[in-house]
């Protein structure tokens, strides 16, 4: 009873710990694929994606991909 009380919260705080260094890696991963190294522009991708949901959160239907 003794040992699981001594080794659990220390392995608690690891498997946190790297779940936020998961977190922290993912956002610097969205940023890197979504802009241009040169740049720093958001690359077609990125700025299509906004488009699209920019347009449907203003209600509108989602336009058709030849039209961007």
Known sequence: MIIPLLIAPPF????LSKLRQLAIAHDQLL?????????SC????ASTLR????????GGEEPSRALL
């Not at 488009?51 to 203003?58: A, I, K, S």
């Open 42 to 45: 958001l690359n077609r991708v």
């Open 12 to 15: 608690f705080f690891y498997l």
């Open 31 to 39: 940023v890197i694929a979504s802009t241009d190294g040169l740049t």
């Open 51 to 58: 488009e699209v949901d920019l347009v449907g959160r203003m």
